[in-house]
C-alpha cells in the first residue's frame, strides 16, 4: 500500500516510519522541512518527502493521488497554552482539504482517551479534532490513547527525571488522578494492525495497558524497576499555574507543554472499548514491563525518536533556510583553531558533544548556564541527546538546536535556544589542511545583547580554549 505519514518527524512519526518500510509499504512523509527529518539515507532512498505546513493556505494537488492510507499524527499542544486547539482545528481542515485530491479510503487518527464527561482542553481538543477528522472523504479510524511509556517519550522522560532527581518529592494532589498507561510498543501494534481493515472504518477505539493506576502508583513503580524507593507527599494547595512550574524546572519539559499537561492530569484518563485488542489479537503489556523494554531501549543505544528532538520542545520555530547561512556582518565572534592529527578521532568527538558526554571542559559552567536558562523560562541543558553519537538536522542538543550535521564534510552548525538578547551560532569544521576550527557566533539585539557579549566574553575565553584543545586531543 502506499501510506501517507503526516507529523512524520514526530515521536509517534518517527517510530512509525520504519516500521510500514519493513511491512513492504510505500511511504509518503509530510514535513515542514525536509532537512529535519532525523533519518539515515538508507531510510530517507526510499521514501518521498513533501513539504507541507498544514496552518498554511492548501497548495492543490501537491499529494500523490494514488495514497490509499493517511496517518494524521499533528498535534500542537506544546506550541501555545491559549489557542493551541484553534491551531489543530485548523491544521485537521487542510489535512482533509489535502486528502480531496488523492484516492485515501482509509484514515488512521491517533488521538486521546475521552470518556471524563469534563475534558480538559488537551483533550477537548483532540475529540474536535476526530470530528473534524470525520467530515473527510475517507473512512476514519480513530484509536485513543492515554499515558504513552516508552523510550524517548514525553511521559516516560518527565517519570523518569522526577524519580531519578527527587528521591522525595512533594507533590500536587493530581497524582491521585488514575490513569491507564500503554507501552509505546502496543500503540505501534495498534496503529499498523489497522490499515486496510474494513471492520475499523468510520469507529474510535481506546487503547491502553492491562493496568490502571494513578500518578502516584506509576512514580512509585517506575522507583521500584530501578531499584530505589521514593517517598511521595501529596498536598491540596499547589495551583495549577504552581504544578506547571514545579514540571518545568524539575524535569526536561518545556513550561508550555508542563501547563497543558497539568490541566490534562486533573482528567482520569481510562479505557472503556478493548473490543480493538480482542480484533487484533493483542496482548498488551503492563506498565512496569513497559518501562523496562524503554530501559533496554536506552541501554543499547536503540532510541528511535524522542519527544525532545521536535521543534516544539524548545524555542526554534522557524525555518531552517534563515539560520543556515551564519551572518557575518553585525555580528560578535569568538574563533577559535588547533591542528589535529587523527580527522577520524576527532570528528568522533564532535559527533558525541553534549548529553552524557558533557563539553569537554568546564561542564560545572555548562551546568550553571543551563541552570540559569531554566530560571529565565529556557531549555535548559536537561534535553541531553537522543543518541550518544548519531546526531542529525533538527535534533535537539542539551540547549541548542542542530541545523547541519554533515560528517563528510566535517561540520557541525548548532543554533542557541537558550533564552539570549540576540541570536547565537556554533560551529566545528574541520578543513583540508588538518586544523580544527571553532567557532562562536553572536549577533546581538541592541545594546543588551552587546554588553551581555563582553560581559561573558572572559568565560569564553577559558571554556571555549580548553574545549578546543580537549576535542582536539581527547
Known sequence: MKILITGANGYIGMRLLPLLLKMGHEVVCTVRNAQRLSIDEEIRSKIEIIEIDFLQDVVPNLLPRDIQVAYFLIHSMSTSTSDFDELEAITARNFNAYLRDTLAEQ???????????????????????????????????????????????????????????????????????????????????????????????NQSFDIAGPDVLTYKEMLK??????????????????????????????????????????????????????????????????????????????????????????????????????FIQVPKFGVLR??????????????????????????????WLWRLRGFVDKLTGGVGLRRGRTHPDRIYPGDSLDFWRVLLADREKKRLLLFAEMRLPGEAWLEFRIDEEQYLHQVATFRPRSLKGRIYWYFVLPFHYFIFGGMIKRIAKA
Open 221 to 322: 513503580g517506575y522507583a521500584r524497576i530501578r531499584g530505589f524507593k521514593n517517598w511521595i507527599l501529596t498536598v491540596p494547595i499547589m495551583t495549577p499555574k504552581l504544578s506547571s512550574y514545579w514540571l518545568y524546572f524539575v524535569t526536561s519539559t518545556s513550561y508550555k507543554l508542563a501547563l497543558n499537561l497539568v490541566d490534562s492530569m486533573k482528567i482520569e484518563v481510562v479505557a472503556k472499548d478493548n473490543r480493538l485488542e480482542q480484533m487484533l489479537g493483542i496482548q498488551t503489556h503492563p506498565y512496569e514491563e513497559a518501562i523496562q523494554m524503554a530501559f533496554k531501549r536506552i541501554e543499547q543505544n536503540l532510541v528511535i525518536s524522542s519527544w525532545k528532538d521536535s521543534m516544539i520542545s524548545g524555542r526554534f520555530n522557524q525555518s531552517f533556510e534563515k
Open 107 to 201: 484514515v488512521i487518527y491517533l488521538s486521546g482517551i475521552v470518556n471524563d464527561q469534563n475534558l480538559s482542553k488537551h483533550l477537548w481538543s483532540r475529540k474536535n479534532v476526530e470530528e473534524i477528522l470525520g467530515e473527510g472523504d475517507f473512512n476514519l479510524t480513530v484509536l485513543r490513547a492515554g499515558i504513552i511509556v516508552g523510550s524517548g517519550s514525553s511521559s516516560f522522560e518527565i517519570i523518569r527525571d522526577l524519580c531519578e532527581k527527587l528521591p522525595i518529592m512533594i507533590t500536587p494532589k493530581w497524582v491521585l488522578t488514575k490513569t491507564q498507561p500503554i507501552a509505546i510498543r502496543d500503540v505501534m501494534r495498534f496503529l499498523t494492525g489497522v490499515i486496510g481493515r474494513r471492520d475499523t472504518y
Open 334 to 363: 569568538d574563533e577559535k583553531k588547533i591542528k589535529i592529527d587523527d580527522e577520524t578521532r576527532v570528528l568522533d568527538n564532535i559527533w558525541r558533544i553534549g548529553g552524557e558526554t558533557g563539553w569537554y571542559y568546564a561542564n
